[in-house]
T-cell receptor, first 116, second 112 residues
C-alpha cells in the first residue's frame, strides 16, 4: 500500500557527530517532503522541507537530500548538540494528483539521542 | 504563540461521557487536520478538511465525529470512547493541502 517508511527508529550519537535519518516512499509522483522535530511534551515543528524539483536543501546544520529515482529522502544533522535530541518525523504527500488525498503521510519517527 | 490553539490541554473522561475537542487557527489557512498520537502509532491521520469540506476519513470509528463550521475552527466530538482511545490528539492547519502544516500543542485524552 501507499506508505512512508522511516529508519532507524532510534539513533544515539555523540555530541559533535553527524546524524542521518532515511525515509522511503511508495508513490513516484510524490512531490513534497517535509521533516518535523518533536521535543518531549511539545508539538511537532517543521524544520526543513524539500520539493521534488530540488535534490538538496540546507539550513545551517540541517540538510535534506532527495533521490527521486530510488524514492528516498534523508535528513542530515551535522555537529549535533544535546538540544537536537527529539523525535524526528519525515512525511510525504502520496497521491499528489488525487485531489481527495493530498494530505501528508508521516513516517513512524526516529528518536534521536545526542550524548554530551 | 503557535497560531494553532487547542482546548482543553488535558481531558479525562469516562467511557459513557460525551465531550468535544476544539481547535482554532489564526493563520488564515484553508486546510485543517486531526491526528492521533500514541506509542503504537506516532502520527496517525484521522480527518482532513479542505475549505470546510471533509476530504479524508482514515477509517476512524464513528465514536469520533469531526465538525468544521468554518476554515478557522475544527472540532472533534467524542462519545462512548474506549480505553485504547487514550492518546494525544493533535490539530494542524496548512494554507492548502500540499503546504507545510502547523501543529497545535494537542489535547492529552485519558479514558477511564
Amino acid at each position: 500500500g501507499e506508505n512512508v517508511e522511516q529508519h532507524p527508529s532510534t539513533l544515539s550519537v555523540q555530541e559533535g557527530d553527524s546524524a542521518v535519518i532515511k525515509c522511503t516512499y511508495s508513490d513516484s509522483a510524490s512531490n513534497y517532503f517535509p521533516w518535523y522535530k518533536q521535543e518531549l511534551g511539545k508539538r511537532p515543528q517543521l524544520i526543513i522541507d524539500i520539493r521534488s524539483n530540488v535534490g538538496e536543501k540546507k539550513d545551517q546544520r540541517i540538510a535534506v537530500t532527495l533521490n527521486k529515482t530510488a524514492k528516498h529522502f534523508s535528513l542530515h544533522i551535522t555537529e549535533t548538540q544535546p538540544e537536537d535530541s527529539a523525535v524526528y518525523f519525515c512525511a510525504a504527500i502520496l497521491s499528489p494528483w488525487d485531489t481527495g488525498r493530498r494530505a501528508l503521510t508521516f513516517g513512524s519517527g526516529t528518536r534521536l539521542q545526542v550524548q554530551p | 504563540e503557535t497560531g494553532v490553539t487547542q482546548t482543553p490541554r488535558h481531558l479525562v473522561m469516562g467511557m459513557t461521557n460525551k465531550k468535544s475537542l476544539k481547535c482554532e487557527q489564526h493563520l488564515g489557512h484553508n486546510a485543517m487536520y486531526w491526528y492521533k498520537q500514541s506509542a503504537k502509532k506516532p502520527l496517525e491521520l484521522m480527518f482532513v478538511y479542505n475549505f470546510k469540506e471533509q476530504t479524508e476519513n482514515n477509517s476512524v470509528p464513528s465514536r469520533f465525529s469531526p465538525e468544521c463550521p468554518n476554515s478557522s475552527h475544527l472540532f472533534l466530538h467524542l462519545h462512548t470512547l474506549q480505553p485504547e482511545d487514550s492518546a494525544l490528539y493533535l490539530c494542524a492547519s496548512s494554507q492548502v493541502l500540499d503546504q507545510p502544516q502547523h501543529f497545535g500543542d494537542g489535547t492529552r485524552l485519558s479514558i477511564l
